[in-house]
Nanobody, 122 residues
């Protein structure tokens, strides 16, 4: 098992900022892509941002220019800096990673955190 633990969610006013963190723990050999998804009530889960193994970022159009994904490979961590937040950004944000556990030769992309709630409201 490779638990992922998110933190940093909360309540923020429109135009505000939050920084989410996600750390993978357990026995890990290496990590490829690390991703942030979000899901709001009544909607399908949406890919928000991806950080490839070499740190190249990709963003959904809806957050381009407002969100920044970064990672610290030494800490097995990925971050999501969110700026100019709007009510439509309200959702549960979850991280996902493609991980090769220690002492294995395979990769798994089914590792998820429990999610952290982000609420944007005045």
């Amino acid at each position: 098992q490779v638990p992922l633990l998110e933190s940093g969610g909360g309540l923020v006013q429109p135009g505000g900022s939050l920084r989410l963190s996600c750390t993978a723990s357990g026995n890990i050999h290496s990590i490829k892509d690390m991703l942030w998804f979000r899901q709001s009530s009544g909607k399908e889960r949406e890919l928000v941002a991806r950080s490839t193994a070499d740190g190249r970022p990709e963003y959904a159009n809806s957050v381009q220019g407002r969100f920044t994904i970064s990672r610290d490979n030494a800490k097995n961590a990925v971050y999501l800096q969110m700026s100019n937040l709007q009510p439509e950004d309200t959702a549960v944000y979850s991280c996902n990673a493609c991980v090769r556990p220690a002492n294995t030769t395979w990769w798994g992309d089914g590792y998820w955190g429990q999610g952290t709630q982000v609420t944007v409201s005045s």
